[in-house]
């Protein structure tokens, strides 16, 4: 089997990355420093796919260590790099933690991989590079402006890290994947989003308003210029994420291609924050407080994928319904309070 280093694999996205490679037949080995996810996470993929995922300790950003676990797996074929702090608010706080921390992993592991003959990378990206797009949907090819947070400025100093690193003649491939809203928990409840402290994102804030946990959900702006006036963003299901992510090995690994490709992975629809309120409603049979106040800074008003290149070039398309997204988002809340996570 194919060994696929995940970093970052016990967190949201690359949890349930993990499994939809195992599914697919690849041998996942995750590489974690722990700082926003547990190694019960590892637990739960086995549970899910009947296979126990190898899993390390370990900080990227630590070269040392990092090659260690190279060296101790000899043959990894590819990596998918989701190792990273990913807070867009924290990040304008403490911003030389966030270079240090997702720029220096990625150096680490562009600097390894020729020495152990890895032969590509899938690295997480994000729409953020895109801005507030002046035309919506976003392709590929819209322009990347400059970032409002070191967060979205950390990805597209990866990208062009990435991508200076093969002009220089690196023997490596990369693939990057800019995500657009990734939102949901795996159907069996056993792996979902389990965000530190008070949720910054949207719907873990709306599932844990539902629960009883937060008293309401603040919707940031209705006097956007949007149909109903609050912000559009592109949810995209977490598993149908993942399963992109097993398409870009796939590719990347056993295709003749361009040395570095971008893909868009979203749904291509535009939903509002209070229509997103009302599906969930419609989806749970559960009524949510919710009061308007002002805009958050930082804020865009509306950016949502085209995300035809995935479709066509990837063999992707986002397939679940956003109704089955939110209710198992709500099923994963339900089962963190059986368990007494949450
Ligand atoms: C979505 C919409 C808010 C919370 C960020 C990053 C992106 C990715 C996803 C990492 C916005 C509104 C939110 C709340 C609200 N992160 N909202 N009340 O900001 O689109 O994207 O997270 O990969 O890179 O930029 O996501 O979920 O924070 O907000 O009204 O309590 O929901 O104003 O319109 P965002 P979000």
Same mark, same amino acid.
């Given at each position: 089997?194919?060994k696929?280093?995940?970093?970052?694999g016990?967190?949201?996205?690359?949890?349930h990355?993990?499994?939809?490679?195992?599914?697919? =037949?690849?041998?996942?080995? &995750?590489?974690?420093k722990?700082?926003?996810? @547990?190694e /019960?996470?590892?637990?739960? !993929?086995?549970? $899910?796919?009947?296979?126990?995922?190898?899993?390390?300790?370990?900080?990227?950003c630590?070269?040392?260590?990092t090659?260690?676990?190279?060296?101790?797996?000899?043959?990894?074929?590819?990596?998918?790099?989701?190792?990273?702090?990913?807070?867009?608010?924290?990040?304008?706080?403490?911003?030389?933690?966030?270079?240090?921390n997702?720029?220096?992993?990625?150096?680490?592991?562009?600097?390894?991989?020729p020495?152990?003959?890895?032969?590509?990378?899938?690295?997480?990206?994000?729409?953020?590079?895109?801005g507030?797009?002046?035309i919506?949907?976003?392709?590929?090819?819209?322009?990347?402006?400059?970032?409002?947070c070191p967060? =979205?400025?950390?990805?597209? &100093?990866?990208?062009?890290?990435?991508?200076? @690193?093969? /002009?220089?003649?690196?023997? !490596?491939?990369? $693939?990057?994947?800019?995500?657009?809203?990734p939102?949901?928990?795996?159907p069996?409840?056993?792996?979902?989003?389990?965000?530190?402290?008070?949720?910054?994102?949207?719907?873990?804030y709306i599932?844990?308003?539902a629960i009883?946990?937060?008293?309401?959900?603040?919707?940031?702006g209705?006097?956007?210029?949007?149909?109903?006036?609050?912000?559009?963003r592109?949810?995209?299901?977490?598993?149908?994420?993942?399963?992109?992510?097993v398409l870009a090995?796939?590719?990347?690994?056993?295709?003749e291609t361009?040395?570095?490709?971008?893909?868009?992975?979203?749904?291509?629809?535009?939903?509002?924050?209070?229509?997103?309120?009302? =599906?969930?409603?419609?989806?749970?049979?559960?009524?949510?407080?919710?009061?308007?106040?002002?805009?958050?800074?930082?804020d865009?008003?509306?950016?949502?994928?085209?995300?035809?290149?995935?479709?066509?070039?990837?063999?992707?398309?986002?397939?679940?319904?956003?109704?089955?997204?939110l209710?198992?988002a709500?099923?994963?809340?339900?089962?963190?309070?059986?368990?007494?996570?949450?």
């Amino acid at each position: 089997m194919k060994k696929i280093l995940v970093t970052g694999g016990s967190g949201y996205i690359g949890s349930h990355t993990v499994v939809e490679l195992q599914n697919a =037949g690849y041998e996942p080995i &995750i590489i974690d420093k722990l700082s926003n996810s @547990t190694e /019960a996470v590892v637990d739960r !993929i086995e549970r $899910i796919s009947g296979k126990r995922p190898a899993f390390e300790k370990v900080d990227c950003c630590d070269l040392e260590a990092t090659e260690a676990v190279f060296k101790k797996y000899g043959d990894i074929e590819a990596i998918i790099h989701f190792a990273a702090y990913k807070a867009v608010g924290e990040s304008c706080s403490i911003p030389l933690d966030y270079y240090r921390n997702n720029l220096v992993s990625l150096i680490n592991l562009l600097t390894l991989m020729p020495k152990y003959g890895v032969k590509g990378i899938v690295f997480s990206s994000s729409c953020t590079v895109y801005g507030q797009p002046e035309i919506v949907p976003v392709n590929e090819k819209s322009p990347i402006v400059p970032a409002n947070c070191p967060y =979205g400025n950390t990805k597209q &100093i990866c990208e062009e890290i990435i991508r200076d @690193t093969i /002009a220089s003649g690196s023997p !490596i491939k990369s $693939i990057l994947l800019r995500y657009f809203n990734p939102i949901g928990a795996h159907p069996s409840s056993l792996i979902g989003e389990l965000p530190n402290g008070v949720p910054l994102n949207l719907v873990p804030y709306i599932t844990q308003t539902a629960i009883g946990i937060r008293k309401e959900l603040s919707v940031f702006g209705d006097d956007y210029n949007t149909r109903d006036g609050s912000c559009i963003r592109d949810y995209i299901d977490v598993v149908d994420l993942a399963k992109a992510h097993v398409l870009a090995i796939g590719r990347m690994l056993d295709k003749e291609t361009e040395k570095v490709e971008v893909f868009n992975l979203g749904t291509g629809n535009g939903t509002t924050v209070l229509e997103l309120v009302k =599906g969930f409603e419609e989806a749970t049979g559960v009524k949510l407080n919710y009061r308007i106040v002002g805009r958050r800074a930082g804020d865009v008003e509306q950016v949502y994928a085209d995300c035809t290149k995935a479709n066509e070039v990837l063999g992707w398309k986002a397939e679940t319904p956003l109704s089955e997204t939110l209710l198992n988002a709500w099923k994963w809340q339900l089962k963190l309070r059986d368990e007494g996570i949450m």
